[in-house]
């Protein structure tokens, strides 16, 4: 027996009843006395859909709140891990930071060496002059240098100090790079360079007949034909005595 066969045969059963009921006239009071049973199922499953619903929002409320919670959590655990590669791209940072300071570091330190070089040329320099003037000025004393060739050396001697303070001060100033100690600028070309016009092998070419260019390659060929001859026989030449210089006894 099919569920639409048994369905059907359901129908007819009640549909039955209920024809009994009118035919005898209990319908009415059949009805007046089950209502209050309907009403009481009605609302009992009134209520209990109600409370089904509301468990229902309930737990989809609660599903919510959950998946706020892994997102939270997610989060959280993102922002964790981005704390390591925060730190790394700091220390980067940090590292970058201090090659450059130590790179600007050894240069300032190459550059106080070389002005304390410098200087002490300078000094030497001064020392040197100082020397050598007491030492004509000595022999001046003991009468081996006339009055007028210590004077001549003196000023000389003045004349050199000061170039020379003067052409390093000058250098250092004007010509010694700023950043690096043993690096010099110089000045930059800011005018255009000149274009030449020079005729293209083209042009030179289509100014000549057909004869004149095969004659010129003729040259050119027989020429580097007696060059390539020429070397081939000096060659030949220099492992001919180089043989007999070795089969000689």
């Known amino acids: 027996m099919s569920f639409d066969s048994a369905k059907t045969a359901l129908d007819a059963a ?52 959950n998946t706020f919670y892994y997102y939270k959590r997610n989060k959280d655990l993102l922002n964790i891990g981005d704390i390591p590669l925060k730190r790394l791209e700091q220390d980067v940072a940090n590292a970058k930071t201090d090659h450059h300071n ?12 070389g002005n304390r070089m410098d200087t002490l040329f300078g000094y030497q320099v001064i020392f040197v002059a100082v020397l050598l003037l007491a030492i004509f000025t000595g022999l001046w004393r003991n009468g081996f240098v006339s009055t007028g060739m210590l004077s001549f050396i003196t ?23 700023k950043r690096y100690w043993n690096k010099r600028d110089f000045s930059s070309y800011t005018g255009s360079l000149p274009t030449l016009d020079c005729p293209t092998v083209t042009d030179a070419l289509s100014k000549l007949s057909p004869t004149e260019i095969q004659n010129a390659l003729a040259g050119y060929y027989d020429d580097a034909r007696g ?23």
Do not use: C, H
Request: net charge positive; hydrophobic share 40%.
């Open 155 to 177: 000023f000389a001697l003045i004349v050199i100090v000061v170039l020379t303070f003067v052409i390093r001060v000058q250098y250092t100033v004007y010509r010694r790079n």
């Open 14 to 65: 009640i549909a039955g009843e209920i024809n009994a009921l009118r035919t005898n006239g209990t319908l009415s009071q059949y009805l007046q006395n089950n209502q209050q049973q309907i009403q009481d199922d009605l609302f009992t499953t009134k209520d209990n859909n109600m409370r089904k619903v509301y468990g229902d929002l309930g737990r989809a409320i609660d599903t919510q709140k």
């Open 102 to 113: 130590a790179q600007r570091q050894y240069e300032i330190n190459q550059w106080t060496s």
């Open 227 to 249: 060059a390539v001859g020429g070397a081939l026989e000096g060659v030949g030449g220099a492992l001919s005595g180089a043989g007999a210089a070795i089969g000689a006894p």
